[in-house]
């Protein structure tokens, strides 16, 4: 167990490593951003109670990541060749390598199959940082490239993956998981079309996902079971809980159909009708298991509470949740109604 000046230092190197791969102008200069993330990540995953578990999911962690890297440190030595001593390369080919390694990175289907069985290991921060920060270096990366039918490609497959593998899950790491694989195929296509859009989404994305962490985290929630039998005494905490649920499926009138709006306008706008369908209808089973739960955590009641853990917590974390719960819930009209006053 490291002690909390440890943490902060590999939280601060890890930070570091996101800006250098943000900020280099070269593929080698964010390769050894990324390195440097990778590296710092680690033992903040290795840093549990459960060691077991959390050893086993850093070591997957480490091997994807280091597959990776090891294939973008080959494309971007295959680049400086090309630039460096006129060897006839294929860019679109090399740009494809590294749009695959990158898209193993972040997670994206169809390089998805490490994500819900590494999340399914993790402390719900490790897991928030995982679904959160350590995306923002390769998306920035993707962003540089332009290879339209791939990303696409890959679009698809993660808003289908992630709707269809959250159906039958008792988890909710994995739950969440699958919730994050469709969510990165949003933030995929909002890349495509704008960078501002992708910011806005994943600013919105983020904090919904901090709000139900920030919850699980708190009572030691793990499993499906336990969200029915929990909060026999606190109807409001279950009615909350269940409606950031439903926002963070993107479901009208809560804050969480914000970003999928202004992603669906945009592409309707481009006419790209086929993809906004296919979008559109993975959204729509993600908030149906999502309504799914919520009807049978509010039908059936567990008076009985097979769980030793203990459901004290104090009065600050509750009026925080409250508050990111208000905004959760009443952010749309609350953006809609400060745009008009403007």
């Known amino acids: 167990m490291f002690n909390n000046s ?21 593929w080698l200069g964010a390769w050894m951003g990324l390195e440097i993330n990778l590296l710092s990540f680690i033992p903040l995953l290795s840093d549990s109670n459960n ?47 590294i749009m695959s390694a990158l898209l193993l990175k972040s997670g994206a289907a169809p390089f998805h199959f490490w994500f819900p069985n590494m999340m399914e290991g993790l402390t719900w921060m490790n897991a928030l940082m995982l679904m959160t920060w350590q995306k923002i270096a390769p998306l920035m990366l993707i962003s540089y490239l332009d290879i339209k039918n791939l990303l696409l490609i890959s679009v698809i497959l993660s808003v289908m993956v992630g709707a269809i593998g959250g159906l039958n899950q008792t988890s909710l790491r994995k739950l969440m998981a699958f919730s994050s694989i469709n ?52 109807k409001i905490l279950k009615f909350t809980l269940f409606l950031n649920f439903l926002s963070l499926g993107g479901l009208p009138p809560f ?21 906004l369908t296919i979008m559109m209808m993975s959204t729509l089973i993600t908030l149906f298991f999502y309504l799914r739960i919520c009807y049978s955590a509010f039908m059936l009641n567990y008076y009985e509470n097979n769980w030793s853990i203990s459901t004290q917590f104090n009065n600050m974390n509750t009026n925080l949740y409250l508050i990111f719960t208000f905004f959760s819930i009443f952010g749309l009209p609350l953006v809609t109604l400060f745009f008009f006053m403007l």
Request: include cysteine; proline fraction near 1%.
């Open 6 to 26: 440890s943490k902060i230092l590999f939280i601060t190197i890890m930070i570091i490593g996101t800006l250098i791969t943000v900020t280099s102008n070269s």
């Open 51 to 97: 060691n077991s578990t959390s050893t086993e999911a850093s070591l997957k962690y480490f091997l994807t990541q280091a597959l990776a890297s090891t294939v973008l440190l080959f494309s971007s030595i295959i680049l400086m060749l090309k630039n460096n001593m006129n060897i006839e390369i294929n860019d679109s080919f090399t740009s494809m390598i």
């Open 183 to 234: 969510h990165l195929g949003w933030m995929l296509m909002s890349l495509m079309i704008s960078e501002s859009i992708w910011f806005i989404y994943f600013l919105f994305y983020s904090f919904l996902s901090f709000i139900l962490t920030f919850m699980f985290n708190i009572f030691k929630l793990f499993h499906l079971n336990q969200l029915f039998s929990w909060f026999v005494n606190s």
């Open 255 to 275: 804050l969480g159909f914000l970003p999928k709006w202004l992603v669906i306008q945009q592409l309707t706008l481009c006419n790209q009708y086929f993809s």
